[in-house]
T-cell receptor, first 111, second 113 residues
């Protein structure tokens, strides 16, 4: 059974700092790895999807990498801003279409 | 732009009542999913559907029923609501064939008293 872990559960950084969020998964036979952002009381916004044949994806200040052999993905946020404050979730998709989610990292960027 | 909507956004019901949560999407090709989100458990899959009339159970399907007679709609029914079903429910869909990237609706906050 796939299990997804995100460490740390919470992170507080000053504005402008570069930061890395970690995601690990137990079953390396994944099809996709998807990163989401969730603001309080809101739905999930898809940030990046990395397919199993890819090593990384970039969107603006965000860069996500995938290492299937080690069961790890990282989300790199460059030059963090207060507007980046949110909970970040990663989810692994196996041979079926179902996503298994981590419990998220709550990020606070202080002005 | 096409998208995914849920209704109602908030619902309060009593134990034992039947409740139906609605999900509607406007993409022509789409898998659809229902998740619930609870503190301490994160997001868990309830049911999913590959196409009209094709549904399958997820991790926490007991007490829930789904149907998908039309591609664009995927209602979730709580047959006899219990307090443990108090949660935030999210519907998701995959609009792009071949990538399985999931897009989420705004959620329904359900309280069972």
């Amino acid at each position: 059974k796939q299990e997804v872990t995100q460490i740390p559960a919470a992170l507080s950084v000053p504005e402008g700092e570069n930061l890395v969020l970690n995601c690990s998964f137990t079953d390396s036979a994944i099809y996709n790895l998807q990163w989401f952002r969730q603001d309080p009381g809101k739905g999930l916004t898809s940030l990046l999807l990395i397919q199993s044949s890819q090593r990384e994806q970039t969107s603006g200040r965000l860069n996500a990498s995938l290492d299937k052999s080690s069961g790890r993905s990282t989300l790199y946020i460059a030059a963090s801003q207060p507007g980046d404050s949110a909970t970040y979730l990663c989810a692994a998709q196996g041979g079926s279409e179902k996503l298994v989610f981590g419990k998220g990292t709550k990020l606070t960027v202080n002005p | 732009d096409a998208g995914i909507t849920q209704s109602p956004r908030y619902k309060i019901t009593e134990t034992g009542r039947q409740v139906t949560l609605m999900c509607h999407q406007t993409w022509s090709h789409s898998y659809m999913f229902w998740y619930r989100q609870d503190l301490g458990h994160g997001l868990r899959l309830i049911y999913y559907s590959a196409a009209a009339d094709i549904t399958d159970k997820g991790e926490v399907s007991d007490g829930y029923v789904v149907s998908r007679s039309k591609t664009e709609n995927f209602p979730l029914t709580l047959e006899s609501a219990t307090r443990s079903q108090t949660s935030v429910y999210f519907c998701a869909a995959t609009p792009r064939e071949g990538t399985y990237e999931q897009y989420f609706g705004p959620g329904t906050r359900l309280t069972v008293t």
